[in-house]
């Protein structure tokens, strides 16, 4: 009797494990349920990221504030109801674009596989295509996230990485999601391409301490220069502005070379200058366009990982903005 309880019970801890490896992501996780849906994908973003390579900031931007609040579960696409305000309106996603793009890829894989690639595929495969097909570094994209079925603003408010955050909180919401002071830094250098609102950074100009003033990390002839030629008041809502300024399509270093001339746009950018560890990752980076492209892609993979849904976890959502019913 002994004997047959042990193998019983060592029959079901070798189904457990079994069942907790078929849940992990991995490469070609749709190679037999649908062999076509990266290809898809692939083809729409290069047809047309080409006549619109801003968005390609864009959607990198989503796929991080997607991983960042409850994991890389697609919340971030989820519309709001009468009864819930979703993550997508959140004031620090507010400014998030390319929600149509990915529903529209979306439609396109269900044609061809009905229910079966979850929308965090998608925008996480999207987010990487996009980026390489205007000259970005390319990194693997292991599939077979499960799509959440809850999004709140409030989560988007607590989780997220915020423009004006020092140094320490930097870290801790890195830490959070199980991401170090390496991926702090490589993960900034996608602000290398895209473009922000006169609003993130309108009290670092005009009222820093709240006596008028200009933070003083920011340097002094970029400061005038903003001013003067792009958020003229505090109050401008409105005009965007190139995060590395004359390259905002091309995906290089221009980035950690505006940081280390204090001309990094936010707080957030000037606080990778607060410590040695960080300013050496930086002149790392500086070094080669080749080595930071394959440090980012590690960064990258690492942060698509972060606390994903999979096997019987989620669902697979009929329509990126809502949860199935």
């Not at 006169?198 to 709240?210: D, H, M």
Request: with cysteine.
């Amino acid at each position: 009797m002994e004997s047959q309880s042990y193998f019983k019970a060592l029959i079901i801890i070798l189904i457990a494990l079994i069942g907790s490896t078929q849940a992990q992501l991995q490469l070609g996780f749709y190679a037999k349920s649908c062999p076509k849906a990266e290809k898809i994908i692939l083809k729409y973003v290069v047809e047309h990221i080409r006549n619109a390579p801003s968005l390609a900031a864009a959607l990198i931007r989503m796929h991080f504030h997607d991983c960042f609040v409850n994991g890389c579960d697609g919340s971030v696409l989820v519309n709001s109801t009468q009864g819930n305000q979703a993550e997508k309106d959140s004031p620090p996603n507010l400014t998030l674009r390319g929600f149509g793009f990915i529903d529209t890829i979306k439609s396109v894989v269900e044609a061809e596989c009905p229910g079966v690639v979850s929308c965090a595929d998608i925008l996480a495969l999207t987010a990487r295509d996009s980026v390489h097909s205007i000259g970005g570094p390319y990194w693997n994209v292991p599939t077979g996230r499960r799509d959440g079925v809850i999004s709140k603003a409030e989560e988007a408010l607590l989780s997220l990485p915020a423009p004006f955050h020092n140094l320490t909180t930097l870290l801790t919401l890195f830490g959070n999601v199980g991401l170090d002071v390496n991926d702090l830094v490589l993960l900034s250098g996608a602000q290398t391409i895209g473009v922000s609102h006169c609003s993130s950074i309108a009290t670092r100009l005009y009222n820093f301490t709240g006596k008028g003033d200009t933070d003083p990390t920011l340097d002094n002839e970029y400061a005038k220069n903003l001013k003067t030629f792009k958020c003229k008041n505090i109050n401008d809502n409105t005009t965007l502005i190139e995060m590395d300024p004359g390259s905002r399509n091309t995906f290089d270093l221009g980035y950690f070379k505006q940081v280390v001339k204090r001309r990094g746009l936010f707080q957030s950018d000037a606080a990778l200058l607060e410590s040695s560890t960080t300013r050496a990752i930086i002149a790392r980076q500086l070094q080669s366009t080749q080595g930071f492209f394959a440090e980012f892609a590690k960064s990258m993979e690492k942060m698509g990982r972060i606390n994903v849904k999979t096997g019987t976890e989620g669902e697979i959502r009929k329509q990126c903005a809502r949860v199935n019913s």
